[in-house]
């Protein structure tokens, strides 16, 4: 099922890749013809949601993979990877806009204004069917979701831009097409910081976003048969993929016994969305009380759940 998901996300990138660079050669041209910096700052970003539909693309395969003897747990961070490098052309992309925008202050040119109107039209109808095809993974794939905001951010993009083509028709003001490549070049960043910083956060091993450490130990904690918690580590593996490792001290026993402690632990462990483990087992031959007892830890026992 999950395979089968892929392979349709998969589809919807590539038809999607298609009708983008298609509509990036219409919207520079006619960008060129009707001297507005908006629709060459918009193809640009197009070309950008083009660049972004390929490491989409090139992640999903990648994730995909089977673990081997090389990559043991897979190659959940090549979406991520290609996550990061998407936000980062986004930055780029805006440089140069607000780059162009500035000459174009400095010196305004006349534009033609329908030729911006109905080409950010289409613009706006291509983008809305891309995310439609993309919405339904956007949630879970941080991969997928830096493909999304490539064309949320392009189709807000280009509704700018007919709004400005209605102004610039009435009052003749040319300076509204700089002024609107430096809202695009703007927007196009804050879309771009959310993804950077996410795909830094999982590359550098950082907690899962939206899980509180504290609030895990405190659930472990809670848990029968356990006494303390500590090394306690949470990480991502991709998107989607978390991985956790514990040091768990509890009562002196065999493992036969211990085996219903570590079920417990790592049933409480998938309400967190936590399905990789591996809980290292201390033994203390001393009951708790309220005076402080010294903890005799013979050679540790390991167990894995992965």
Known sequence: MHRHAHAQTGKVLQWSLVATLLFVVIELIAGLRAGSLALISDAGHNFT????????AIGLYLQSRPADSVKTYGYHRAGVLTAFVNALTLVGISVFIFYE????FLNPEPVQEWTMFWVALAAIALNGGVMWGLHRDKDHDLNIRAAFMHMLGDAVSSMAIV????????????????????????FIIWTAWDIIKESLNVLLEGLPRGMELSE???????LEGVI?????????????????????????????ESNSILDRINQL?????????TIQFEHTKCALSESPCSLLVPAHQHHHDA
């Open 49 to 56: 949601d083009a660049l972004s539909l390929v490491l989409a």
């Open 101 to 104: 925008a500035w000459r174009r």
């Open 163 to 186: 709004l400005g083509a209605v102004i610039i028709h009435f009052t003749k003001w040319t300076v509204i097409d700089p002024a609107l490549s430096v809202l695009i070049g703007a």
């Open 216 to 222: 895990v130990t405190s659930a472990l904690m809670g």
């Open 228 to 256: 303390d918690v500590h090394d306690l580590h949470i990480w991502s593996l991709g998107s989607s993929a978390h991985a956790l490792s514990c040091h768990v001290l509890i009562q002196d026993m065999p493992p036969s």
């Open 269 to 277: 462990l998938c309400k967190f969305d936590i399905h990789h483990t």
